[in-house]
C-alpha cells in the first residue's frame, strides 16, 4: 500500500451562504469550485488552504450532531498555526467564539477550539 496523504475532507453544512462565509471570508480557504447538484438536490464546494482541500457539502434536512464533541465518527478538524494566541485575537475580532486557550499535554503546544456554523468542532493548535 502506498498512502501519500490526506487528499481532502469533507463536511457536510445546513446553510451554504453561513458555510461558505465561515469557511472563505472568516478563514481564509479559497474557492477551487461550486456546483449545484440537481439530482441530489445539494451543493458541493471545493475549497483549498495551503494545499489541503475541503470538501463543503450543503445538503438540506441533515440529522444535527448528536452530541459535542464526541459523536461516532469525526471528532474535529485541527489547523496548524505559528501563534495560537494571535490566531484566536483575529478569530475573536471576526466574531468567532473560541474556547479558553490550553497546553496539549503530549506535544505541551498551545491550543484552542471553536465550531463552525453548524456546530462541527475546529482546533488550532501551534
Known amino acids: 500500500m502506498n498512502l501519500k496523504k490526506v487528499h481532502h475532507i469533507a463536511i457536510i453544512g445546513s446553510n451554504y451562504e453561513q458555510s ?16 449545484y447538484r440537481p439530482e441530489r438536490d445539494d451543493y458541493k464546494i471545493d475549497l483549498q488552504l495551503d494545499g489541503m482541500e475541503l470538501e463543503l457539502f450543503i445538503i438540506k434536512n441533515c440529522p444535527k450532531r448528536p452530541s459535542y464533541p464526541e459523536a461516532y465518527g469525526l471528532r474535529h478538524l485541527a489547523f496548524a498555526v505559528d501563534s495560537v494566541d494571535d490566531t484566536v485575537r483575529e478569530l475573536n475580532k471576526k466574531g468567532i467564539i473560541t474556547e479558553p486557550i490550553r497546553v496539549d499535554a503530549y506535544t505541551g503546544k498551545k491550543m484552542t477550539f471553536f465550531s463552525d456554523p453548524d456546530n ?5 493548535h501551534e
Do not use: W
Open 20 to 35: 461558505k462565509h465561515f469557511y472563505v471570508d472568516l478563514l481564509g480557504f479559497s474557492v477551487i469550485r461550486e456546483n
Open 120 to 124: 462541527l468542532p475546529l482546533e488550532i
